[in-house]
T-cell receptor, first 114, second 113 residues
């Protein structure tokens, strides 16, 4: 079974630009969640989608948005990039129907904003 | 969210057992204890979870104190590939379908050859 796939692996953008990251979940998983990882703040929850609907949202500004398609694939968009947005962005998928179904993470997209 | 406390770092010799502690003194009766680990340059990986009883799987064992205020992840025979940051996380059963995980700072495990 293929794991969670995130593309691209690396991105370099300049301040003010926007970026779109992609996540393909494990087949059959309906929940996709996104996390930001930085050395200073660690792993922080961004948002979670289930059946194309956002169910949960973390404490991030509106510049961070996402969506989920009918095939459960998800995209995350960051507009008006700031230097502080440089981070590893991780997505995770799960069945979503049970409180104790484990999350399966991809290896992330490393975004550098210059 | 109930909080967990873990040592910042630990070292262990290769092929020895490793006991990674986690304190969660404010745990509620509906909190499950989950462990994830993050190997270098990878996303976090699920290791094990439990509620009250000790649990075993192919990766590790989870020992839960009788009062549930602490737990220990046990790697029975550490290898160099077990070098990672280990996160102890509480998930409340009342958050049915809530896929949000709250990560702490974790324990950085170093394996000495």
């Amino acid at each position: 079974k293929a794991g969670v796939t995130q593309t691209p692996r690396y991105l370099i953008k300049t301040r003010g630009q926007q970026v779109t990251l992609s996540c393909s979940p494990i087949s059959g998983h309906r929940s996709v969640s996104w996390y930001q990882q930085t050395p200073g703040q660690g792993l922080q929850f961004l948002f979670e989608y289930f059946s194309e609907t956002q169910r949960n949202k973390g404490n991030f500004p509106g510049r961070f948005s996402g969506r989920q398609f009918s095939n459960s694939r998800s995209e995350m968009n960051v507009s008006t990039l700031e230097l502080g947005d440089s981070a590893l962005y991780l997505c995770a998928s799960s069945l979503g129907g049970s409180y104790n179904s484990p999350l399966h993470f991809g290896n992330g997209t490393r975004l550098t904003v210059t | 969210d109930a909080k967990t406390t873990q040592p910042n770092s630990m070292e262990s010799n290769e092929e020895e057992p490793v006991h990674l502690p986690c304190n969660h003194s404010t745990i509620s009766g509906t909190d499950y204890i989950h462990w994830y680990r993050q190997l270098p340059s990878q996303g976090p990986e699920y290791v094990i979870h439990g509620l009250t009883s000790n649990v075993n799987n192919r990766m590790a064992s989870l020992a839960i104190a009788e009062d549930r205020k602490s737990s220990t992840l046990i790697l029975h025979r550490a290898t160099l590939r077990d070098a990672a940051v280990y996160y102890c996380i509480l998930r409340d059963v009342r958050d049915f379908g809530n896929e949000k995980l709250t990560f702490g700072t974790g324990t950085r495990l170093t394996i000495i050859p």
